[in-house]
C-alpha cells in the first residue's frame, strides 16, 4: 500500500522551506506508513472514544452498505441518549475552567430571531460574543468610519452535542489576534431540531450580525468586509453549509427560503476545522478510509449523531443535499468560494473528504491552505485536557494567520482599485488571490483512502 504523505497547502508567497508559526523548520517530506485494514487493529490508551480493538464486523466497510440500527428508533429514545452524552461533554468542557489561565467568559450574549423554515421565533437563537477591549480600529476609505472585523463561529458535536463556549480558546484567539469580534452561535440540536433547522439558524445568525443597517453591526461597529465564518467539525459542516445557502439564490425557492433578504453578507474567508463534508459516504466507508480506524469515533456515538440528525431517515445514496453535504456543491458555486483553510486529523475517519474537497478546490483555481495534524484523532483539541496541547495553540495561530492574510489581501485590493468598502459586493477576494498548489500526483475522484501530496508544515499533537 502507497505510504501516507502528508499535505499541507502553503499560503501564496509561502515556499516549502518555510517555518511553521512557532518558528520551527519543517521537513519537506513525511512519510508515514498506512496499516492494512485487516491486521489486528492495537488501541491506544490515549484514546478512550475510539472504535477499540475488537470492531463490530458492520463498524469498517470499504462499501456503503450499512443500516444504521438507531434509524428505528423513537425521538424519545434519541433525545434520552443525547442528554446523557451532553452531560458528559459538559462535564469534560468544565475542565478548562480549571485550567490556568482559563479561558474568559463571553463578553455579553445576544439572542436572535429564527425567520427560515419551521420552528421560527423571537430570539430563539442564543450567540456568545467575545468583544476586544477598545483599540485603534481600521477605518472606511471615505466614511472614516471605525471598524473591526467580524468571526462568526460554530460549534462541534456531531448536530447533537455541544455549546457556543466550547470554542472559547478559539474565540479568545482570533478576538486578540485580530481585535475582531466573536460571535460563536449556539444553534439549536438534533433530535429535537433535526436537519435542516441547525443550518437554517447557523444562517440567521450570519444575517442578523452582518446587516450593515442592523443593530448588530452598528453596536460592535462591523466591518462589512472583513466577515470571516469557523466551524469545529459539525460546526464546520453548517459554516460551508450557510455559505452555501447565501451563495445559492436560484435555490433559495426550491428549499423555501421566500423572505431571504436581497442583499446578504459577503463571506471574505473560512476556516474548518475537521468538517464533515459529505454524507454520501457511509461512516464505515469512512473508517476504512482512515490509517488508523481505531482511532475513530465507535459507531455506537456516529450512529446516535446520524439517527438524530438526518430524520426521516434518508439512504446513504440520497443525501446529496448541498446544505447537507456541501462538500458535494458544483464546480460553479466553488468557483465563488472565499478563501478557505482546512485543518484536519491524521486519525479522523473524516480526513479523505477533507482532502478530497481542498482538491477540488485547488482544480478550481482557488485559494485554500491545508494542515493534518500528526498523530491526532477527530476533536483532538476538545475538551482540552489538564495541560493544554501545543498543537492546538499552533494551529489556531496557523488558522488566524490564513485569516490575516485575506484581509491584507483585501487592504492591498481596496488600496489598488480604490474600492468603497461601502459596496462590498464589488470585491471577490477568492478571485484575486493566487492558487496554492495541493495537489496529489494523480487526481482522486472517489473517496478512498488518502495518497501522495506535497507537503510544508506538520503539527505534531
Known amino acids: 500500500m502507497e505510504p501516507l504523505i502528508k499535505a499541507v497547502a ?8 518555510d517555518t511553521d508559526i512557532a518558528g520551527n523548520t519543517q521537513e519537506q517530506h513525511l512519510r508515514l506508513p498506512v496499516p492494512d485494514i485487516g491486521r489486528p487493529i492495537h488501541r491506544s490508551l490515549t484514546a478512550p472514544l475510539a472504535v477499540g480493538p475488537n470492531p463490530e464486523p458492520n463498524e469498517i466497510r470499504h462499501d456503503d452498505k450499512y443500516d444504521n440500527p438507531l434509524d428505528s428508533s423513537s425521538r424519545w429514545y434519541l433525545s434520552a441518549r443525547a442528554k446523557a452524552l451532553r452531560q458528559g461533554a459538559k462535564i469534560g468542557f468544565g475542565m478548562q475552567h480549571r485550567m490556568s489561565p482559563s479561558p474568559p467568559d ?14 421560527i421565533g423571537k430570539e430563539i437563537i442564543q450567540v456568545d460574543v467575545w468583544v476586544p477591549e477598545c483599540r485603534k480600529m481600521r477605518h472606511f476609505h471615505r466614511s472614516q468610519k471605525p471598524v473591526r472585523p467580524a468571526v462568526i463561529n460554530f460549534h462541534g458535536g456531531g448536530f447533537v452535542l455541544g455549546q457556543g463556549t466550547d470554542d472559547a480558546r478559539w474565540a479568545v484567539a482570533a478576538m486578540t489576534t485580530m481585535d475582531a469580534v466573536v460571535f460563536s452561535v449556539n444553534y439549536r440540536l438534533a433530535p429535537s431540531h433535526p436537519f435542516p433547522k441547525p443550518v437554517e439558524d447557523c444562517v440567521d445568525a450570519i444575517m442578523q450580525i452582518c446587516c450593515p443597517e442592523g443593530p448588530i453591526a452598528k453596536t460592535f461597529n462591523l466591518d462589512p468586509n472583513r466577515i470571516f465564518l469557523s466551524g469545529f467539525s459539525a460546526g464546520g459542516n453548517l459554516a460551508l453549509a450557510a455559505w452555501l445557502i447565501l451563495a445559492s439564490r436560484n435555490k433559495w425557492a426550491e428549499w423555501g427560503y421566500a423572505n431571504m433578504p436581497a442583499c446578504t453578507p459577503r463571506i471574505s474567508g473560512i476556516a474548518l476545522f475537521y468538517p464533515l463534508l459529505d454524507w454520501t459516504v457511509s461512516r464505515p466507508r469512512k473508517r476504512a478510509s482512515c490509517s488508523r480506524p481505531d482511532q475513530t469515533l465507535p459507531s455506537s456515538m456516529t450512529d446516535l449523531f446520524d439517527a438524530s440528525y438526518i ?32 485543518c ?115 503539527t505534531n499533537v
Open 106 to 119: 463571553p463578553t455579553k450574549t445576544i439572542y436572535l430571531d429564527s425567520t427560515l423554515g419551521g420552528s
Open 10 to 17: 502553503a499560503i501564496e508567497g509561502t515556499s516549502k522551506d
Open 311 to 342: 430524520y426521516p431517515p434518508l439512504p446513504v445514496h440520497k443525501r446529496t443535499d448541498w446544505r447537507l453535504s456541501p462538500g458535494l456543491m458544483s464546480d460553479e458555486m466553488i468557483n465563488h468560494l472565499p478563501p478557505m483553510h482546512l
Open 344 to 458: 484536519l486529523c491524521e486519525f479522523d475517519m473524516l480526513l479523505t473528504e477533507g482532502l478530497t474537497f481542498a482538491e477540488r478546490l485547488r482544480h478550481q483555481h482557488k485559494s485554500v491552505e491545508v494542515r493534518i495534524v500528526e498523530g491526532a484523532k477527530h476533536a483532538w483539541d476538545k475538551p482540552p485536557g489538564i495541560i493544554p496541547k501545543g498543537s492546538m495553540a499552533v494551529e489556531y495561530a496557523a488558522a488566524l494567520k490564513s485569516i490575516e492574510t485575506w484581509s491584507a489581501e483585501l487592504d492591498r485590493i481596496e488600496a489598488e482599485e480604490g474600492t468603497d468598502t461601502d459596496a462590498p459586493e464589488k470585491v471577490d477576494v477568492g478571485q484575486h488571490m493566487k492558487l496554492v498548489e495541493i495537489a496529489p500526483q494523480e487526481r482522486q475522484q472517489q473517496l478512498l483512502k488518502p495518497h501522495e501530496y506535497m507537503t510544508r508544515a506538520i
